[in-house]
């Protein structure tokens, strides 16, 4: 691992050093979570006293190792602040490590098409994976996906950090804040981290069981139409909240600090 970045070296503000060590904590709990992929998929926040900057994690550190100053910063423009490198083909190389381009298209895209999102989450499990190879994979067939099904969109594969796919991400993330990318993997975006959680959250759950129902023998039972648009305008309602997702971000948290100290 890098050496820690000195804080006060550095001129981090209040608001920016309590995003790091949020979005450290974030790492952590996908780790808990069962959601990594070795290396691979990002975790970005905004910095909320500079909206045209956002974090994300330094290409080729586990999840389990990441720290509040571990994190990088980056423009929405593609430069890395207080990094003297530059992209070379996939990756950018700067003083403290490699940073990923496609991470950084995939997340710059949703932040420009989407001024209220302050944190987006990437993964590529198993369960979000398998619901991804279907067109329309999602039916309101749980509890579980009521909670995101009016806000799903589906995301067709496109070239891989290309301009135009780029521009696709934005227009689909415009729509929706649970995103299926088909034949890839889940996205979500929100106001809060707390609130991009429990959307990937519910989100996943949805496509584990959703995987579940279509290996039974019967077919499942759907929702009634009046519960699909009753769930519909109760998470319109609540979604956008401060609150939503809020007491299982801090249970979570309060499970990956233990033994373990993101907050450097």
């Known amino acids: 691992m890098t050496a820690a970045l000195n804080v006060n070296e550095k001129h981090i503000s209040d608001a920016e050093w309590q995003t790091r060590c ?3 904590a974030l790492y952590h709990v996908v780790n808990y979570l069962g959601w990594t992929d070795t290396i691979n998929t990002h975790m970005s926040a905004r910095v909320p006293d500079e909206p045209d900057t956002f974090l994300i994690n330094r290409y080729g550190e586990m999840f389990e190792e990441i720290t509040a100053s571990s994190l990088i910063k980056m423009r929405l423009d593609g430069d890395v602040v207080g990094e003297p490198g530059k992209f070379d083909q996939d990756y950018y190389v700067g003083e403290r490590g490699k940073f990923n381009r496609a991470g950084f298209a ?7 098409a989407r001024q209220d999102a302050n944190c987006v989450m990437h993964t590529h499990t198993r369960a979000g994976a398998g619901v991804s190879l279907m067109a329309k994979g999602l039916r309101p067939i749980s509890q ?3 909670e995101v099904i009016d806000d799903v969109v589906y995301h067709h594969y496109g070239i891989p950090s290309s301009d135009d796919e780029c521009e696709a991400l934005g227009n689909s993330c415009a729509v929706g804040s649970c995103v299926v990318l088909l034949n890839h993997g889940l996205l979500t975006h929100g106001p ?3 609130g991009a959680l429990q959307r990937l959250y519910m989100l996943e759950r949805a496509c584990e069981l959703e995987l579940i129902a279509r290996q ?3 077919p499942p039972l759907m929702m009634d139409d009046v519960v699909i648009t009753r769930a519909a305008q109760r998470m319109k309602a609540i ?3 401060p609150n939503y997702g809020l007491l ?3 249970g979570l948290v309060r499970t ?3 033994g373990v100290d993101f907050r450097r």
Do not use: F, G, K
Not at 106 to 112: D, F
């Open 144 to 146: 579980d996906v009521m």
């Open 106 to 112: 995939i997340h710059s895209s949703v932040y420009n």
């Open 256 to 258: 990956v600090e233990r």
């Open 239 to 241: 979604r956008d909240t």
């Open 248 to 250: 299982e971000w801090e």
């Open 192 to 194: 809060t981290i707390h």
């Open 216 to 218: 039974l023998d019967e």
């Open 22 to 24: 949020d979005l450290a």
